[in-house]
Nanobody, 130 residues
Framework: QVQLVESGGGVVQPGGSLTLSCAAF????????VGWFRRAPGKEREGISCISHTGAVIAYSDSVKGRFTIPRDKALNTAYLQMTDLKPEDTGIYYC???????????????????????WGQGTQVIVSS
């Protein structure tokens, strides 16, 4: 089991930026595809971005493409979600997850599938409001 800890959420004005972190403990994050998901108020959790275990494939859903990026710092065993030009509809709880089987699930522009991810962090809240 991969222990994941997200951080970096907060309150930001529309047009602002935040960077979320997803630190992994107990396992090497580089063995897994990492997905970022969010749950908006009153909605189901949706996959918004993923990065393959090699880093060679990175995908974003249409709702965040061009505004969010997902680099990974392998040395720190941490993944990040850099969010810019934030909009009120980006408000929600953000989660990172690791896939199962490790590195074998698809990472496409359709966004990561929740059913492909086995371990999750506790979530970090993002509020975009003026």
């Amino acid at each position: 089991q991969v222990q994941l800890v997200e951080s970096g959420g907060g309150v930001v004005q529309p047009g602002g930026s935040l960077t979320l972190s997803c630190a992994a403990f107990g396992h090497t994050l580089g063995h897994y595809n990492v997905g970022w998901f969010r749950r908006a108020p009153g909605k189901e959790r949706e996959g918004i971005s993923c990065i393959s275990h090699t880093g060679a494939v990175i995908a974003y859903s249409d709702s965040v493409k061009g505004r969010f990026t997902i680099p990974r710092d392998k040395a720190l065993n941490t993944a990040y979600l850099q969010m810019t030009d934030l909009k009120p509809e980006d408000t929600g709880i953000y989660y990172c997850g690791t896939d199962w089987p490790p590195g074998e699930t698809p990472c496409t522009a359709l966004g990561p599938k929740e059913s492909d991810y086995n371990d999750w962090g506790q979530g970090t809240q993002v509020i975009v409001s003026s």
